[in-house]
Nanobody, 122 residues
């Protein structure tokens, strides 16, 4: 059974930075993708970034381009989301997810973490 645990959330002022971590256990080689998603109150869950784990190839949603960086530490089975220049609209619960198909669509991900809260406020 795959388990994903996020950490690193918190509260920062606008312009601040946070690094989220997603630690995976029981990871299967068939799960080629780790994605980061977020869900703000009253809004649908949306994709932020994903990484094709065999090659470490990243992809970003427009909202994340130029500000967020997704990376992986394969020996540690850990994926990171470095978030810089944070804005109030980045406030949400952030989830990592694992799945076999590397797209930023929630339906393609089989396993999800419990989420970590990110709050950007002055």
């Amino acid at each position: 059974q795959v388990q994903l645990v996020e950490s690193g959330g918190g509260s920062v002022p606008p312009g601040g930075s946070l690094r989220l971590s997603c630690s995976a256990s029981g990871y299967s080689y068939r799960l080629n993708c780790i994605g980061w998603f977020r869900q703000a109150p009253g809004k649908e869950r949306e994709g932020v970034a994903r990484i094709y784990t065999p090659g470490g190839i990243p992809y970003y949603a427009d909202s994340a381009k130029g500000r967020f960086t997704i990376s992986q530490d394969s020996p540690k089975n850990t994926t990171y989301l470095q978030m810089n220049s944070l804005k109030p609209e980045d406030t949400a619960v952030y989830y990592c997810a694992a799945g076999p198909v590397c797209v930023l669509q929630t339906a393609e991900y089989s396993y999800w973490g419990q989420g970590t809260q990110v709050t950007v406020s002055s």
